[in-house]
């Protein structure tokens, strides 16, 4: 089966004017993405860092949101018929709804202790498994960023899957998580597409 399928159109919702081809990942695409983000959690090379750890690669994620934000907001406005006043407030934000991420998870910690009939419980937060990311066709860049941001800050790994009607953003999500060295598996109309480990863990995350 080839990697990519269907060849379906993308129009723009206010003009119907045609914009692009979009093909979508094949069943065996999206089994070895989620097969590749169960691996990297198994091997907990992300969670290993710890939050203090991971830190440093979201809020670098954070920066290059906020670097993009004008073409974000133009792709969602694009894509999803919202007006662009709009889509500005939620593309100026994404970068702090990343940091918002980082700040709640230090504040709560990897681990914290109790005390339970005289004894000392330690307890440790720790993700069951890889997260599927399931997105709208409505904000989709703030609920990428909102669902990929949390996942991470937790060490979770994760698999992104964009709506097919509003998908451009995440491109540049992608791209901002592969450029501070946040490891992805294989990406959405990018076959044979992987993305070398730079720092971090490897496959930590995927899109499909």
Not at 29 to 54: F, K, N, P, T, Y
Not at 109 to 124: M, N, P
Request: proline share 5%; charged share 20%; with cysteine.
């Amino acid at each position: 089966m080839s990697d990519l399928t269907d060849n379906a159109s993308l129009y723009d919702p206010n003009t119907g004017e045609w914009l692009a081809v979009v093909r979508s990942s094949s069943p065996s695409q999206v089994d070895r993405a989620i097969a590749a983000a169960a691996r990297a959690h198994d091997a907990g090379e992300w969670l290993g860092l710890g939050i203090d750890g991971r830190a440093p690669f979201l809020l670098a994620v954070a920066d290059e949101l906020d670097n993009h934000a004008e073409r974000i907001a133009h792709l969602d406005s694009l894509n999803s018929g919202v007006p662009i006043s709009t889509t500005r407030l939620f593309a100026n934000s994404n970068g702090d709804t990343v940091r918002s991420a980082v700040r709640r998870m230090q504040a709560w910690g990897d681990s914290y202790q109790v005390s339970a009939d005289g004894r000392l419980v330690e307890i440790h937060r720790i993700p069951w498994g890889a997260t599927g990311l399931i997105m709208p066709w409505n904000a989709p860049s703030a609920m990428a960023v909102k669902k990929i941001s949390f996942a991470l800050a937790s060490g979770s790994t994760a698999v992104m899957k964009p709506s097919p009607a509003s998908p451009w953003s995440a491109q540049i999500i992608a791209a901002a998580c592969s450029k501070v060295g946040i490891s992805q598996g294989r990406r959405r109309h990018r076959p044979n597409g992987h993305v070398d480990r730079k720092r971090g863990a490897q496959n930590v995350w995927a899109m499909v």
